[in-house]
């Protein structure tokens, strides 16, 4: 049975030495209060729920799954949800960054997304129910009429309903241009709905009394394509005029898929059968609409991948420090034993540092994310709100796509610690394995968030984006570069961010005359911009370390230790990124489709 313990002094470490988290806050009227004493005490809270309860339904849940009942088209969660979830709504937990004209408590972004770390670490299909719902929440916020904010948004926001996101069918999951749910106008404002999702998490379960579904289709004179896409919000029961759950709405789970991960989060099929839904926003501009909370909820699929790259990498130390195989190359390590542990083999700690590294830079990129989306909502000044805009924009795609490359790679190097035990269930490691797959594909598969880095992002907007968050990385350099100590972590630094700059004028010229050639290097861009994220927040990592290192604290020296390992070992794949990134369209268009 996998433990975690929510790693609070890392947490803390980032919030309040590397990104000054309160002095942010401080700037921003509606966060103004929120001081390091109540940043720490929700985290130490929260900390306890997610290691004493949530951790421990994680694997009976998984070997579990949810249960799809045929006749009353129902779906039961594993044995502990319902309860944790009471327990979790009972807590305020889901109104914790909520909007306090709704019943939220108002606190910044950046701390709800250290508590969801833990949340994932602890049990990353539980966490997707409310998790979802803070998508739902946001779009609602955002574009909903009075009317439906003020009959949904208070139960969203005290978890008293769950929410959803209905877009994927069938025949189209990237493309929602393809999209076919149809919504017919009704005399009484609303809408008649009628077609098939699929893919559709928590889009049915046991733990609330009502679900809010937010649903994609076209109203019948809506133009071909992405531009003829409205939204939709249909509830499973139609609220009564008391607010409680009234007639049940015609919106069913039509069955549940058998998949490789998350078991214990429903992947629901739903039919609309002429469901009665409610426009939200404008007719057409359903895409847009969604856009609001694309953002949030991409930054929050990477959060999932950080919380199982930390849980995975706490078991497989663990366990290196346990399990007795072979002896040190150097000569016995504990001679009195029968072995050595697994943690005197260099290649043993190349599999640990390299899931501890892309932990720990997740967390930092992550968290200065959230921290900049709090200044996008929130700060006084629209010029630092458009600034913090930017950056969350081009580095939406990174904290998806990047994070969840590496929480994959990590989880897996842990599972490579336990040996042939990483393949057994009851360790748990494999769980994490499977559980961190998805994050890969869902919310815009990554390949698709490198175009979007790429394409949109930088190209479509002539580099001024990038440019902002280079100048960035070049501040901290000039401002480093005289400090000798710092030279190991600022010299690559800056080499790195030269060579992004020449690669992202290089590939704009070619991309002039064929769009291929951005479609080519597209994903291999995106890894060598996220090495470029990471490479600078090591860099302040361990500018903050080195400062404390004196003082004997082996938390900086682990710090520093890591970071070195970083820069030494995982920073210099960026050399054959940009050379294969750098080779062009051709080796990859020339095959003939027939060949294939
Ligand atoms: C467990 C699970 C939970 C999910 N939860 C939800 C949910 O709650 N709500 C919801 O609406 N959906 C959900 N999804 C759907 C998910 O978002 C889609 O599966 C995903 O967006 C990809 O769509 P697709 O499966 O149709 O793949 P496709 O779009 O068919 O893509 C197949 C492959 O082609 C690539 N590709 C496609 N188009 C392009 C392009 N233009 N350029 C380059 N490459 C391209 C993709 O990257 C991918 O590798 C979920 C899926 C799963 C498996």
Request: aromatic content about 8%; glycine content about 10%.
């Amino acid at each position: 049975m996998p433990s975690y313990r929510a790693p609070l002094r890392d947490m803390q470490f980032l919030l309040h030495e590397v990104l000054a988290t309160e002095s942010v806050l401080a700037e921003l009227p509606a966060h103004a209060g929120t001081d390091r004493a109540t940043l720490d005490a929700v985290l130490e809270e929260g900390a306890k729920f997610c290691e004493q309860l949530l951790q421990s339904l994680n694997l009976p849940g998984d070997a579990e799954g949810c249960h799809y009942d045929r006749e009353t088209r129902s779906v039961t969660t594993p044995a502990g949800f319902v309860a944790a979830y009471t327990q979790y709504r009972d807590a305020g937990w889901p109104t914790l960054s909520a909007d306090p004209d709704f019943g939220g408590q108002g606190l910044p972004y950046v701390l709800n997304t250290a508590f969801f770390e833990m949340g994932n670490s602890a049990n990353q299909a539980w966490l997707m129910y409310p998790g979802l719902t803070h998508g739902a929440y946001e779009c609602l916020h955002a574009h909903g009429s009075d009317e439906l904010k003020a009959a949904y948004l208070p139960k969203l926001v005290t978890g008293e309903w769950l929410g959803t996101m209905c877009l994927t069918e069938p025949h189209c999951g990237t493309d929602l241009g393809l999209l076919r749910s149809k919504a017919t106008p009704r005399d009484d404002g609303s809408y008649a709905i009628s077609g098939s999702k699929i893919f559709i998490s928590a889009g049915e379960h046991d733990l609330t009394p009502n679900i809010v579904h937010l649903v994609l289709a076209r109203l019948p004179d809506a133009p071909e394509g992405s531009k003829g896409i409205s939204l939709f919000l249909v509830p499973k029961f139609i609220p009564a005029a008391d607010g409680t759950p009234g007639e049940r709405n015609a919106i069913f789970c039509a069955g549940i898929e058998h998949k490789m991960g998350i078991h214990a989060n429903a992947t629901c099929q739903l039919v609309l059968e002429d469901a009665r839904g409610w426009l939200i926003g404008e007719p057409n501009r359903g895409l847009q609409a969604m856009f609001v909370m694309m953002n949030a909820a991409r930054v929050a699929v990477g959060v999932q991948s950080l919380g199982l790259g930390e849980v995975a990498y706490q078991n497989a130390a663990a366990y290196a420090k346990d399990r007795r195989q072979g002896r040190a190359l150097a000569g016995p390590a504990e001679p009195d034993q029968p072995a050595d542990t697994l943690l005197v083999h260099p290649d043993v700690r190349r599999q640990l540092l390299t899931a501890r590294a892309y932990t720990e830079g997740a967390r930092a990129l992550l968290y200065w994310t959230a921290l900049q989306i709090d200044i996008e909502h929130h700060h006084p000044d629209e010029d630092a709100r458009k600034q913090a805009a930017d950056l969350v924009a081009l580095l939406t795609p990174v904290c998806k796509a990047f994070v969840t490359d590496n929480g994959f790679i990590a989880t897996t190097q842990a599972q490579q610690v336990f040996g042939g035990h990483g393949y057994i269930h009851e360790w748990g490691v494999e769980q994490f394995v499977r559980d961190a797959r998805i994050n890969m594909i869902y919310e815009g598969t990554n390949g698709v968030q490198a175009l979007d880095l790429l394409g949109r992002k930088v190209l479509g907007d002539m580099g001024t984006r990038l440019r902002k968050f280079g100048d960035l990385v070049k501040s901290f350099i000039e401002e480093e570069g005289v400090n000798e100590a710092m030279q190991e972590f600022v010299n690559p630094l800056a080499d790195l961010a030269g060579k992004v700059e020449k690669m992202t004028m290089e590939i704009a010229m070619k991309a002039m005359g064929n769009r291929d050639e951005a479609g080519a290097a597209a994903s291999d861009y995106l890894r060598i911009v996220g090495h470029l994220t990471f490479a600078w927040l090591f860099a302040r990592m361990a500018k903050v370390a080195l400062a404390k290192a004196d003082g004997g604290d082996p938390f900086y020296a682990a710090k520093l230790a890591t970071a070195r390992f970083y820069f030494a070992r995982l920073l210099p794949e960026t050399a054959g990124l940009i050379r294969a990134g750098r080779s062009g369209a051709d080796n990859l268009m020339a095959l003939d489709a027939a060949l294939f």
